[in-house]
């Protein structure tokens, strides 16, 4: 039955987008609607013809298929006649469930186009309010269910709602709706085979109700509302239970971190003192006392392996291992969640599609629960986009009720009448973000100059709410584009365009931040979407997984949570108050200025007080996507290295005036934020100029142990030293260390482990092959070099071997030229350089060879389209 979602697609122009989220259904049963309902054409399959406002079809030759063949007739009457059947097929089944008495008024509809209904029985379309109020709401499927159940509970029901058990109730997003006077059911899906499967559920709630304490079995696997629940009448709550759950103090702060780092600290200073004191002494020949200088990750790898875990499940300052007691709608109203998603030219039904179904899923649990939830898009990519596809977008963003804005394409030196505009950033997403931003709140400034008298409506609130976005619009001389609810919530859910979220996660959201106001970002920890699963994908799904756990074992025993820039709950509150204003003219959310526009969000958030909380009970129910090829992954690093560095040091410039640090960072560190905290924050940043580094001190390392072997102090620690130090102490140790963590937390088995965390040692190859492109990104910054990125892919690209090879070398040509020039250099320094000058020992030549074989073999050997041949 997928065949209505793939070929019947909206074409003409848009209808009200309020239409479909303003049904209200009176006590009466009537439906309520702010707009009229949209005038209907239907054209009979049998005449050929085309409805109003539906694209025409080429007719297939005539020569595709047998003479007669029903295929040869014009698409428009095939999709007529599929739409027939499909309307009359679902009628058959709604009547063999009985849930239709044959009355006037009951039935199906189902949407073949824009503007484009059909139904069963036929006499719907003659004096039904049921079919226009169908194609007022503008969904895909409704149907109504009339059955005694359902007659009954109506009758009795004396309140304004139905009650559904576990104190939900229906709301729009959960598609279905009672109406009083009529005792019926009216259910509505977008995907047509669905709607069974929710009438059947919301009938089965209500014998749920009734039956609530009795051996009711609830079939989970087929009607799950994904609602988390506990029947409290088959489970014993012990004493201390109930203390947990009356305690409403402070969270605690854990301490690990602090210890751990201490002790670091500790063996850090002391093999810094035993380094001194070989270069006091000048020992020629005792100089194993500095390999303690690597012992500083050891501490980190025993507390994995012996240290405590429980608090990994349990809830403290920083980190939350179980899910927060729930707000009672009955007490309290639940906050607002926008979600918003930034968005490119990422593709509409193989990304933005089944993104925007997971979050329909969540609002719809959401409102059953009592909130409320809308979505909010930040379409950058809209306006560049062909005529036709914007206008798919545009009719998928109405079709499932989703607000968006749309800015204006990158213009500094307009044409003719062209407008100049400028998308400020060398990765645009945080302005992108901070113009759709402005338009909600130049909405909400003028919504505020409304006064609400009485007997204001929520009708009266549409209509307002459209006027207002009509006049920000206009005041945008038309280069902005918006429509669909575009206001912003008490908090707001940031994901990315390709993003899985659980079904039931926003309800939680909402209740932590309302208990805990010192929150300004709450993290949750993510899983791996993934799209090709090929062997970089796989490589980067590890490795992502890995970077997940550590996050969650080091937040949760007491570090500061990071802010990944995506799936997590923002304070809207909290955002406006870290915001500025630049020559714009407007409040700008998102650094501009910095390509790493999360961190500095996040330094942000801490120097004004807030905390970041990392949230790990949903588990893998987050789920974000991956870089599909080697060239987005080295992008990614690259951006994070030029990112840190523009965060902690001026341009070179700029010392001599403004110092070598900048005003952010000096914030940063003579802030109230945990000295510990501020340690990892430093160490994670040190990473990109160790790597970054690397190459130029594996060079310079050739000549000295070529050339200068024995004379050097013994403080000195060459690269082979290092290098087979850090082979056994992170591919060894670190690995042994992660897989006894996650076999102790039940996550999996040690020997299964194990063997994933040594099955990916190969790919440690990575790093060593991107200290080149690390370096020429701090370098950039600090010399004020233009480097600048695209958003990461999110569908796969098939290319060929031949396509894929001219694409490499343009890529990484001077990397590869970099590869064979110190080739060249170990070569001639074996076999060309004088007697006295020649560079032959092992521990000279070893360490640059690494590096070398790493640059030229990471972008072939971790490029799939290359490693697999594909014509």
């Given at each position: 039955?997928?065949?209505?979602?793939?070929?019947?697609?909206?074409?003409?122009?848009?209808?009200?987008?309020?239409?479909?989220?303003?049904?209200?259904?009176?006590?009466?049963?009537?439906?309520?609607?702010?707009?009229?309902?949209?005038?209907?054409?239907?054209?009979?399959?049998?005449?050929?013809?085309?409805?109003?406002?539906?694209?025409?079809?080429?007719?297939?030759?005539?020569?595709?298929?047998?003479?007669?063949?029903?295929?040869?007739?014009?698409?428009?009457?095939?999709?007529?006649?599929?739409?027939?059947?499909?309307?009359?097929?679902?009628?058959?089944?709604?009547?063999?469930?009985?849930?239709?008495?044959?009355s006037s008024g009951e039935g199906v509809?189902?949407?073949?186009?824009?503007?484009?209904?059909?139904?069963?029985?036929?006499?719907?379309?003659?004096?039904?309010?049921?079919?226009?109020?169908?194609?007022?709401?503008?969904?895909?499927?409704?149907?109504?269910?009339?059955?005694?159940?359902?007659?009954?509970?109506?009758?009795?029901?004396?309140?304004?709602?139905?009650?559904?058990?576990?104190?939900?109730?229906?709301?729009?997003?959960?598609?279905?709706?009672?109406?009083?006077?009529?005792?019926?059911?009216?259910?509505?899906?977008?995907?047509?085979?669905?709607?069974?499967?929710?009438?059947?559920?919301?009938?089965?709630?209500?014998?749920?109700?009734?039956?609530?304490?009795?051996?009711?079995?609830?079939?989970?696997?087929?009607?799950?509302?994904?609602?988390?629940?506990?029947?409290?009448?088959?489970?014993?709550?012990?004493?201390?239970?109930?203390?947990?759950?009356?305690?409403?103090?402070?969270?605690?702060?854990?301490?690990?971190?602090?210890?751990?780092?201490?002790?670091?600290?500790?063996?850090?200073?002391?093999?810094?003192?035993?380094?001194?004191?070989?270069?006091?002494?000048?020992?020629?020949?005792?100089?194993?006392?500095?390999?303690?200088?690597?012992?500083?990750?050891?501490?980190?790898?025993?507390?994995?392996?012996?240290?405590?875990?429980?608090?990994?499940?349990?809830?403290?300052?920083?980190?939350?291992?179980?899910?927060?007691?729930?707000?009672?709608?009955?007490?309290?109203?639940?906050?607002?969640?926008?979600?918003?998603?930034?968005?490119?030219?990422?593709?509409?039904?193989?990304?933005?599609?089944?993104?925007?179904?997971?979050?329909?899923?969540?609002?719809?649990?959401?409102?059953?629960?009592?909130?409320?939830?809308?979505?909010?898009?930040?379409?950058?990519?809209?306006?560049?986009?062909?005529?036709?596809?914007?206008?798919?977008?545009?009719?998928?963003?109405?079709?499932?009720?989703?607000?968006?804005?749309?800015?204006?394409?990158?213009?500094?030196?307009?044409?003719?009448?062209?407008?100049?505009?400028?998308?400020?950033?060398?990765?645009?997403?945080?302005?992108?973000?901070?113009?759709?931003?402005?338009?909600?709140?130049?909405?909400?400034?003028?919504?505020?100059?409304?006064?609400?008298?009485?007997?204001?409506?929520?009708?009266?609130?549409?209509?307002?709410?459209?006027?207002?976005?009509?006049?920000?619009?206009?005041?945008?001389?038309?280069?902005?584009?918006?429509?669909?609810?575009?206001?912003?919530?008490?908090?707001?859910?940031?994901?990315?365009?390709?993003?899985?979220?659980?079904?039931?996660?926003?309800?939680?959201?909402?209740?932590?931040?309302?208990?805990?106001?010192?929150?300004?970002?709450?993290?949750?920890?993510?899983?791996?979407?993934?799209?090709?699963?090929?062997?970089?994908?796989?490589?980067?799904?590890?490795?992502?997984?890995?970077?997940?756990?550590?996050?969650?074992?080091?937040?949760?025993?007491?570090?500061?949570?990071?802010?990944?820039?995506?799936?997590?709950?923002?304070?809207?509150?909290?955002?406006?108050?870290?915001?500025?204003?630049?020559?714009?003219?407007?409040?700008?959310?998102?650094?501009?200025?910095?390509?790493?526009?999360?961190?500095?969000?996040?330094?942000?958030?801490?120097?004004?007080?807030?905390?970041?909380?990392?949230?790990?009970?949903?588990?893998?129910?987050?789920?974000?996507?991956?870089?599909?090829?080697?060239?987005?992954?080295?992008?990614?690093?690259?951006?994070?290295?030029?990112?840190?560095?523009?965060?902690?040091?001026?341009?070179?410039?700029?010392?001599?005036?403004?110092?070598?640090?900048?005003?952010?960072?000096?914030?940063?560190?003579?802030?109230?934020?945990?000295?510990?905290?501020?340690?990892?924050?430093?160490?994670?940043?040190?990473?990109?100029y160790a790597i970054g580094a690397a190459?130029?001190?594996?060079?310079?390392?050739?000549?000295?142990?070529?050339?200068?072997?024995?004379?050097?102090?013994?403080?000195?620690?060459?690269?082979?030293?290092?290098?087979?130090?850090?082979?056994?102490?992170?591919?060894?140790?670190?690995?042994?260390?992660?897989?006894?963590?996650?076999?102790?937390?039940?996550?999996?088995?040690?020997?299964?482990?194990?063997?994933?965390?040594?099955?990916?040692?190969?790919?440690?190859?990575?790093?060593?092959?991107?200290?080149?492109?690390?370096?020429?990104?701090?370098?950039?910054?600090?010399?004020?070099?233009?480097?600048?990125?695209?958003?990461?892919?999110?569908?796969?690209?098939?290319?060929?071997?031949?396509?894929?090879?001219?694409?490499?070398?343009?890529?990484?040509?001077?990397?590869?030229?970099?590869?064979?020039?110190?080739?060249?250099?170990?070569?001639?320094?074996?076999?060309?350089?004088?007697?006295?000058?020649?560079?032959?020992t092992f521990q000279a030549i070893y360490?640059?060879?690494?590096?070398?074989?790493?640059?030229?073999?990471?972008?072939?050997?971790?490029?799939?389209?290359?490693?697999?041949?594909?014509?």
């Amino acid at each position: 039955m997928n065949a209505s979602q793939e070929y019947f697609q909206p074409v003409s122009e848009d209808t009200n987008p309020k239409a479909r989220s303003a049904s209200i259904v009176s006590k009466n049963g009537t439906f309520e609607n702010p707009t009229a309902p949209v005038e209907m054409t239907f054209t009979s399959s049998k005449s050929g013809g085309s409805s109003p406002g539906s694209t025409s079809f080429a007719s297939r030759p005539s020569t595709k298929f047998p003479y007669g063949d029903f295929r040869n007739t014009p698409r428009h009457s095939i999709l007529d006649m599929k739409a027939d059947v499909m309307v009359n097929w679902l009628k058959q089944i709604q009547i063999e469930m009985l849930w239709s008495t044959g009355s006037s008024g009951e039935g199906v509809v189902l949407k073949k186009g824009r503007n484009d209904f059909t139904c069963a029985p036929k006499n719907l379309k003659s004096a039904s309010s049921f079919l226009d109020q169908v194609v007022a709401m503008n969904v895909q499927c409704a149907m109504t269910v009339n059955t005694r159940i359902i007659r009954i509970f109506l009758s009795k029901n004396t309140e304004d709602y139905v009650p559904l058990g576990d104190g939900l109730r229906l709301q729009k997003h959960h598609f279905g709706t009672f109406i009083a006077d009529q005792k019926v059911l009216v259910v509505w899906d977008d995907e047509p085979q669905n709607i069974f499967n929710r009438a059947e559920k919301i009938e089965k709630s209500l014998i749920h109700m009734n039956w609530g304490g009795s051996d009711y079995v609830y079939d989970e696997k087929k009607i799950s509302t994904h609602v988390s629940t506990t029947e409290l009448s088959n489970v014993k709550i012990t004493p201390s239970q109930l203390e947990e759950a009356l305690t409403t103090g402070d969270r605690p702060a854990v301490l690990i971190t602090s210890i751990t780092v201490g002790l670091t600290l500790t063996l850090l200073m002391t093999a810094l003192g035993l380094g001194w004191r070989q270069l006091a002494q000048q020992i020629a020949i005792d100089g194993n006392y500095t390999h303690l200088a690597l012992l500083v990750v050891i501490i980190g790898s025993l507390a994995q392996i012996f240290g405590p875990i429980s608090q990994l499940t349990r809830n403290s300052k920083f980190y939350s291992g179980k899910a927060p007691l729930r707000l009672d709608r009955n007490l309290t109203p639940l906050p607002h969640v926008t979600i918003q998603m930034p968005v490119y030219k990422e593709g509409l039904t193989a990304v933005i599609k089944p993104t925007i179904m997971s979050l329909k899923a969540a609002i719809s649990t959401y409102e059953l629960q009592g909130g409320t939830a809308n979505i909010f898009v930040n379409d950058d990519g809209l306006q560049l986009l062909s005529q036709d596809e914007a206008q798919q977008r545009r009719d998928f963003y109405e079709e499932h009720n989703v607000g968006w804005v749309a800015r204006p394409k990158h213009n500094p030196k307009p044409e003719g009448d062209d407008n100049a505009f400028i998308r400020r950033g060398k990765f645009k997403k945080a302005s992108n973000m901070n113009y759709a931003l402005m338009i909600s709140n130049k909405v909400e400034d003028k919504l505020l100059l409304f006064e609400r008298f009485q007997g204001w409506t929520q009708d009266h609130e549409y209509a307002a709410y459209e006027r207002c976005l009509a006049e920000a619009l206009h005041e945008e001389d038309g280069r902005a584009w918006a429509d669909g609810n575009i206001r912003v919530g008490d908090y707001i859910l940031l994901i990315d365009s390709d993003t899985r979220v659980p079904a039931d996660c926003l309800l939680d959201a909402g209740s932590e931040m309302e208990k805990s106001p010192e929150i300004g970002i709450l993290q949750y920890s993510s899983g791996v979407m993934q799209v090709t699963n090929n062997f970089f994908e796989n490589g980067v799904t590890f490795f992502t997984n890995l970077i997940y756990t550590a996050i969650r074992y080091g937040v949760a025993n007491g570090d500061v949570s990071p802010f990944v820039g995506h799936n997590a709950i923002l304070r809207w509150s909290a955002l406006q108050a870290v915001s500025c204003e630049d020559e714009d003219g407007y409040d700008k959310f998102w650094s501009e200025s910095h390509v790493s526009e999360d961190f500095d969000m996040s330094l942000r958030f801490q120097v004004s007080g807030y905390i970041i909380r990392l949230a790990a009970y949903t588990g893998d129910g987050f789920k974000e996507g991956v870089s599909l090829t080697v060239y987005d992954e080295i992008a990614r690093w690259e951006k994070y290295a030029f990112g840190c560095n523009e965060l902690l040091f001026n341009p070179f410039r700029f010392w001599v005036t403004r110092g070598p640090f900048t005003p952010l960072f000096r914030k940063f560190m003579t802030s109230n934020i945990p000295v510990t905290s501020k340690i990892t924050i430093m160490s994670y940043i040190g990473t990109y100029y160790a790597i970054g580094a690397a190459w130029i001190l594996t060079l310079l390392n050739y000549f000295l142990i070529g050339w200068f072997n024995g004379d050097l102090d013994h403080y000195y620690l060459d690269s082979f030293r290092v290098y087979f130090s850090l082979v056994l102490v992170f591919s060894g140790l670190g690995n042994i260390a992660l897989a006894v963590l996650r076999y102790r937390l039940s996550e999996k088995s040690l020997l299964g482990a194990l063997w994933e965390n040594f099955k990916w040692v190969p790919l440690s190859i990575f790093l060593g092959g991107i200290s080149l492109h690390l370096s020429q990104a701090l370098l950039s910054h600090f010399f004020e070099i233009e480097m600048s990125w695209e958003a990461t892919a999110k569908e796969a690209e098939n290319t060929s071997f031949f396509e894929e090879v001219p694409r490499l070398f343009k890529r990484f040509k001077f990397t590869f030229v970099f590869s064979i020039a110190c080739t060249a250099l170990m070569i001639a320094g074996k076999f060309a350089f004088p007697w006295n000058w020649e560079i032959g020992t092992f521990q000279a030549i070893y360490p640059l060879a690494a590096i070398v074989v790493s640059h030229f073999v990471v972008p072939i050997a971790l490029n799939p389209a290359l490693m697999m041949f594909t014509w």
